[in-house]
């Protein structure tokens, strides 16, 4: 039973433009949800997060959003840049000490 | 301050060997926990500890063992390898369980002849 869902295996986007990445759930007990950033040959290190109270949250070029009711975050990165060419892990947390992970989204930014 | 450490960063294994792969965090956190990444599966959770003397089974525990006898180490043991844990294994740790930002080891690969 998957409870974390990065429908897009994959991404690629011009630089400068915006890009969004999706991630749905099916758990009603998350109530945090993180994402991760992730280059080749690295440990994935912490992005952004956001609390269930809340539906937005913007860090510098990052955004993510959250819709409770859908079960649905979105993180958005504007404007963005080759550097951010990473893949992207959706980490909802709540209800559990288990701490689960999408299967991740691999962004492409093109010069 | 170190951080995260694993070791080794590469290992090749025959089928039916045993190794332990090492990690060590130098920050007092409570709650370390071992991911395997395999193409197409994402991180998945294969155990986790959420303080010293405590383990817990993850989404995929079988063929591995762990423990925890101090706050800073998490080994985690390949009983009798298998080409299936041919993968990249990586360590993290947080704070405590309800602090749930992660700190990551680089990773360790593994393959399994």
């Known amino acids: 039973d998957q409870q974390v869902k990065q429908n897009s295996p994959s991404l690629s986007v011009q630089e400068g433009r915006i890009s969004i990445l999706n991630c749905d759930y099916t758990?009603?007990?998350?109530?945090?949800f993180l994402w991760y950033k992730k280059y080749p040959a690295e440990g994935p290190t912490f992005l952004i997060s956001?609390?269930?109270?809340?539906d937005k949250n913007e860090d510098g070029r990052f955004t993510v959003f959250l819709n409770k009711s859908a079960k649905h975050l979105s993180l958005h990165i504007v404007p963005s840049q080759p550097g951010d060419s990473a893949v992207y892990f959706c980490?909802?947390?709540?209800?559990?000490?288990?701490?689960?992970f999408g299967k991740g989204t691999k962004l492409t930014v093109n010069p | 301050n170190a951080g995260v450490t694993q070791t080794p960063k590469f290992q090749v294994l025959k089928t039916g060997q045993s190794m332990t792969l090492q990690c060590a965090q130098d920050?007092?956190?409570?709650?370390m926990s071992w991911y395997r990444q395999d193409p197409g599966m994402g991180l998945r959770l294969i155990h986790y500890?959420?303080?010293?003397?405590?383990?817990d089974q993850g989404e995929v525990p079988n063929g591995y063992n762990v423990s925890r006898s101090t706050t800073e180490d998490f080994p985690l043991r390949l009983l009798s390898a298998a080409p299936s844990q041919t993968s990249v294994y990586f360590c993290?740790?947080?704070?405590?369980?309800?602090?749930?930002?992660?700190?990551f080891g680089s990773g360790t690969q593994l393959s399994v002849l």
């Open positions: 956001i609390s269930s109270i809340k």
């Open positions: 500890s959420v303080g010293a003397g405590i383990t």
């Open positions: 920050m007092n956190h409570e709650y």
């Open positions: 758990n009603s007990m998350f109530d945090y």
């Open positions: 993290a740790s947080s704070y405590s369980k309800e602090n749930r930002k992660l700190f």
């Open positions: 980490a909802p947390q709540g209800g559990s000490e288990k701490l689960v």
